[in-house]
């Protein structure tokens, strides 16, 4: 063995101990696979005898995640309240709130907290059970059914924008944790030498009225390579990636071929293994400035691929094309794929807003779940809607039958999910009547109290969602660490419960 | 069932193990004896209970396991290997915050050896019939119990067996013990010792003990250029370097050294180190995100350091100057600090809950920054390894919760209270300067005065400030109007003021009339406080609060920088460590408790941490010392005769990919366009359009990039504005972090997307190109440009290899836009700066290519 094989090994051996070393028990060859590339994960170890898994075998290879940032009404889209038809204007009780603190844009309102029904009709869907109730602003998703596993018993803590999508996606409401993402980037790895594992997509909507945030996406504490990249709608679709005018490929490939030169002249003198581990990532982004294009270029896609999306699709960054990317992305391998919607804050104007929000993600939603089943990938895509938390029942601002406005309710929302080895045509949790607090099945109130490992059946707490999603893609919540701060740290922090009741 | 029904009935089972054991052994005694000198529990084994039978046995089938592990007899060291462990596996029930029902506590020797009921977890009279080992080791009945998290290796059972075996003691946590001097022994002696740096001392005695040596000295020129960018975050100028080359005397280093030491770029690097801790912006960071005018506190970080501020003092002002007696406007601006902390402005936020988030912040900024502990877990509950109870926490808390400012930030740029302060470094060297006049002028009037020619109110003088002083001189109607200096002091009252016409405001801390109370919050939570309100107070375990102290951040600077605080200078200057060899000395500078790691030269950091305190916490000195001792002088070079590939030896010089902002700083500077200027609001270099857009709030007013023009595009990277939810792609790409939360170790990773950074975003291609014109003006032939190419990347002439490399990619290109002049004139156009419309556009566009891809090289991005 050459000088140059001995350090590459020992840097090797290093990486294996600096894992085994600060991560869990039996953890390090998992993680290696995101860390060292599918060449060294593939050489016996667990990710690849779990067939991708990292714990145990996988449902799902991959994830697509459509994000309704602000947070979509369940009132007007799935949780169905006939009963409060006849209740219009009158007072939410003081016992259905229950002490509940509410936000400082209701809490003092002169009209109090009237109740506000929808204005939307509701139709019940076919689908493995006894049916969803589903409203008529979303006629698509409606046809998709079957394929949903929905569940009205999500629920947060939190109760401002800021907080409760930080701790969706990062499991805290405090910055600084990895997100959602990062933590498959760091666990799963790659499945695609030429395009990066973790893909991150902002649609457009006409109502973004709430920030979204780097950290969502961001890699908190975990190696920065573990940050979702944002593939973009205008200008470069991923950052930096077009060479600039005056440049051909041909000539990249000279500077590169003269940057490899320097870099292993390098490598001979220093020997640090680091250099040959960038001389590999000059070579991907190389191959990206390939594969991206192709990716972003929809003519090879068929007529009836759009009729499918909807004529939207043609245009960059709606919805409805990023659902077709997100597609593609899973056809190339790509594990780990989330669109952000932003736009559902209706504090005032809802059915203006809703209306408008609904058409925006509507067809493609439903368009995404059939087309993985027709492709025969939606039994190993999990696909998740849902936003940080749902919308009050009672009305914010001026209440008529036409308008109206919902503050942020945290005490349960819909999400659902479809395929990745969810149950299909399922529904799951029930609210009470005014579509306020989580019930047992029988219609008795229930309030969870999410302290130490405590979970109540029928409910969702997001680090459930979370450790769900986790399950699925074969990781284990509890043995997914990472040890910082003298901590190890997971996603779910110390709760999390798979939701088992909802696994096929 | 009770625990000594259980234990009875362990026992019971126990035996049947034994039984069979004796069977497969064939006799005790062989099973024993085989083991003894292997583990040394066995020795105490004289009595040979059942119970320690047991041990035998089942310790056999670790061993088995656990043979590649070298077994020793030697004495453990219990806060380096026991510690750790208990720490880690059993604290999480047997730690500090133990439930009620949970009677045995594992996180003290009084603890740990008590009588559980007729036995004892470690019984130092019969180690072998410890409880402690006997469960670590039972199969039927194992702690920590089956289904727990986080298991015991074989190798950790049997370090805590022998470790009981040993007498089970106890010694505080290596943090919590305030630092002292203990040198090795140096085989050399004598009179060599005055001339060895004391570095290499605890270096060498580990080395010797591994019978390895230094590695050789680096090269000149790379140690020149490894010098320079680890004190000033740049490379040294062809004429610096030839002056270091050039000059013979024995002492050329360090002269070179003091040189680097003494530039205001030293500020500017060592600042960004600051800056990451404690977690500088330009926004609030949360909801709209909007501007925040804090930026003079990033000047006044600069300017410090430069000066060599004290290091306490450095600390205290930061904490407390506004509790300072007359405290001055650096001291009031250093307050900064206090007001870094995230906030939020969002539409329907409670004003407590935020109050009690910004708190938090604040409080746990300071654990990860000073103090080296990771206090989170306190917010809810008493700390699970280390030993900080939930109610210091909020005892520290408290300290902060008293300041004046709305919790709330209503998304103003100048919420709460805010100072005019100096709004560049031009700015503050003027005041500085007219500050010292003032200073001598109310010295010669008070001379003046003390003549008794002079009538005025002597006391009323005393009593007031300087400025009110100098209002008093300059003002033709007062008696003070008489004295000498009357003209003077009416010209410096008029240049203070036209001066204090262009300063800005900054965020700065003050306390309220009444502070806030305090309480224990149950599970962190702000609207469940319990129990009594709270006086401020400092982790008993890292000092008592100093006597006579006052009870607010005045005084708890004091605790901080008092001699016998345990960790605040080991902290400090383990980051100093880390930013000049690339890794600390503990390889968890954010983290020295319980679970953090062990220095890797514990007396070596001891040492380190009281010289800093001695030398009067001079930052210039320790910095002097440790890039001019022999470890840090070492060749790079990984080595074939050495198998440590993290370094732990320190058996060769630092090596490490450049942070981002020296990355793009290299790059200015190499290209002449480097804009000298320091300090002032947040610069806006080119970045991709839309970027901000695609995340703002619509209200937000940092929703839309407006890059900068002109000399602004050119300004050190230190001084880019950081957006905190949504910092420059050429920063974050290349692992800065965000700024919402404090960072104290960089990630440094390699991805495709710096690669395609590195080649073709804007700056990078106008930088190039203009180093390409550098090269072409400055030098006639292409090896002198390739010479000068390479030594103001790499201080040094290109090698053969490379040469040949890089002539081959210049012809390529030559020939390419001589075909294409269109392509060449494209390429030129990036940019604001216009080309030089004298240099052939074919060759300049080759050039640029040439440089933009030394740029990218190792050469250029990695420390060596």
Known sequence: MNFLETLHRQQLATTRRQLFGRTALGLGTASMAGLLGDELSAAGTNASTLGGGLHHLPKAKRVIYLFMSGG????????????????????????????????????????????????????????????????????????????????????????????????????????????????????????????????????????????????????????????????????????????????????????????????????????????????????????????????????????????????????????????????????????????????????????????????DIDQGCAALVHDLRQRGMLDDTLVIWGGEFGRTVYCQGNLTRENYGRDHHPRCFTVWMAGGGVKAGITYGRTDDYGYNIVNADGSPMIPRPEKEHWTPGTMHIHDLNATILHLLGIDHRKLTYRYQGRDFRLTDVDGHVMHDLIA | MTKNARRASRNRADEAVVRATLRGHGSIDRAGSDLLHRWPVCVYNSGMRTSNIVIVAVTSLILVDARAAEPTSAAIDFSREILPILSDKCFVCHGPDTDEDVTLRLDSYEAATSDLGGYRAIDPDDPASSELVLRILSEDDPMPPAEAEKQLTDAEKRLLAQWVAQGGEYSQHWAFIPPKKRLPALPDGGDTQATINPIDWFVAAKQRGRSIDFAPEAAPETLARRASLTLCGLPPGPEELAE????????????????????????????????????????????????????????????????????????????????????????????????????????????????????????????????????TCARCHTHKYDPVPQTEYYRLMAFFNSTSEPALDRNKYDYGPTTKAPSDQSQWARWRLLNDRLGQLIHAATDELSDAAVVADRNAWADATDREKLEALADPDSPFSSLSVHTEATLLSLELES?????????????????????????????????????????????????????????????????????????????????????????????????????????????????????????????????????????????????????????????????????????????????????????????????????????????????????????????????????????????????????????????????????NETQRIEMARMLGQRLMLQRSDVSSRMDLLFRLLASRGPSQTEAEAFEELLQKMLQRYRGNVDDARALLSIGDIARDESLDPAEHAAWTQVALTLLASDLAIILY
């Open chain 1, 72 to 359: 979509p009404s369940q009132h007007d889209l799935w949780d169905y309240k006939p009963k409060l038809a006849d209740m219009f204007g009158e007072q939410l009780p003081a016992e259905v709130r229950d002490g509940q603190r509410i936000t400082g844009m209701t809490a003092n309102q002169k009209s109090g907290l009237p109740l506000c029904p929808s204005k939307y009709k509701f139709t019940k869907h076919d689908n493995n059970q006894d049916g969803v109730w589903i409203s008529e602003l979303l006629p698509h998703t409606a046809k998709v059914a079957r394929e949903l596993c929905v569940v009205h018993s999500t629920f947060t803590e939190a109760i401002n924008h800021d907080p409760a999508v930080t701790y969706i996606q990062t499991g805290s409401q405090i910055a600084g944790r990895p997100s959602l993402g990062a933590w498959l980037s760091y666990g799963l790895g790659s499945m695609n030498e030429d395009l990066p594992h973790y893909v991150v997509m902002h649609a457009h909507s006409k109502y973004a009225e709430q920030s979204l945030f780097n950290r969502l996406w961001g890699p908190g504490f975990l190696p920065a390579d573990h940050q979702g990249m944002l593939l973009r709608s205008g200008g470069d679709p991923v950052l930096y990636l077009s060479n600039p005018p005056g440049v051909t490929s041909s000539d990249r490939r000279d500077q590169l071929d003269a940057l490899a030169a320097i870099n292993q002249e390098q490598h001979r003198h220093f020997g640090n293994p680091e250099i040959l581990a960038r001389i590999k990532q000059h070579e991907m982004a190389y191959r990206m400035q390939t594969s991206v294009p192709e990716l972003m270029d929809f003519s090879s896609e068929s007529e009836s691929t759009f009729e499918l999306y909807g004529e939207e699709a043609r245009t960059p960054g709606t919805f409805a094309a990023c659902c077709l990317n997100a597609r593609r992305l899973a056809e190339r391998g790509v594990r780990n794929i989330q669109i952000f919607h932003r736009g559902w804050d209706a504090h005032n104007r809802l059915p203006t807003e809703h209306e408008s929000q609904c058409k």
């Open chain 2, 244 to 375: 270091f080359l050039r000059d013979r005397r024995a002492d050329a280093y360090e002269r070179y050294v003091d040189r680097l030491l003494n530039k205001s770029s030293f500020g500017e690097h060592q600042a960004r180190h600051w800056l990451d801790a404690v977690r500088y912006g330009d926004t609030h960071g949360l909801h709209l995100d909007n501007r925040r005018g804090v930026y003079p506190y990033r000047d006044w970080v600069v300017s410090s350091l430069n000066a060599n501020l004290p290091l306490d003092d450095f600390i205290t002002w930061q904490l407390a100057g506004d509790l300072l007696p007359d405290p001055g406007v650096e001291q009031l601006v250093a307050t900064g600090y206090v007001r870094m902390n995230p906030t939020s402005g969002e539409g329907g936020a409670i004003e407590a809950e935020y109050q009690a988030k910004n708190n938090f912040d604040r409080t746990e900024n300071l654990g990860a920054v000073l103090l080296g502990m990771t206090l």
């Open chain 2, 499 to 759: 001066l204090e016409q262009g300063f800005t405001t900054t965020l700065v801390a003050k306390d309220l009339p009444t502070p806030r109370p305090t309480h224990v919050l149950s599970r962190g939570e702000y609207n469940r406080p319990i129990g009594d309100p709270l006086e401020p107070g400092v982790l008993t375990a890292m000092g008592d609060f100093p006597e006579g102290a006052p009870r607010n951040r005045l005084g708890l600077a004091q605790w901080l920088t008092s001699p016998s605080h345990p960790t605040v200078a080991r902290v400090l200057i383990n980051r100093v460590w880390q930013h000049t060899f690339g890794h600390g000395l503990v390889r968890t500078p954010e983290d020295f408790g319980l679970q953090g790691a062990y220095p890797t030269h514990p007396d070596l950091l001891d040492w380190l941490a009281v010289e800093l305190q001695e030398s009067g916490w001079d930052l210039k000195h320790m910095l002097r010392m440790m890039v001019t001792s022999r470890t840090f002088r070492q060749s790079s070079a990984w080595r074939e005769d050495v198998d440590d590939p993290e370094n732990r030896l320190w058996s060769r010089g630092p090596s490490y990919r450049l942070d981002a902002e020296v990355i793009r700083d290299i790059g200015l500077w190499s290209g002449n366009l480097l804009d000298p200027m320091m300090g002032g609001e947040g610069v806006k270099p080119y970045q991709p359009a839309g970027m901000w857009q695609a995340l703002a709030h619509p209200a937000s007013n940092t929703k839309k990039y407006e890059r900068d023009h002109g000399q602004r595009l050119y300004r050190r990277s230190l001084y880019v504005y950081w957006k905190r939810t949504s910092p420059h792609p050429m920063m974050t790409l290349f692992d800065a972090p965000d700024r919402e939360t404090s960072c104290v170790r960089r990630s440094r990773t390699s991805t495709a997307l710096q690669s395609l950074a590195l080649l």
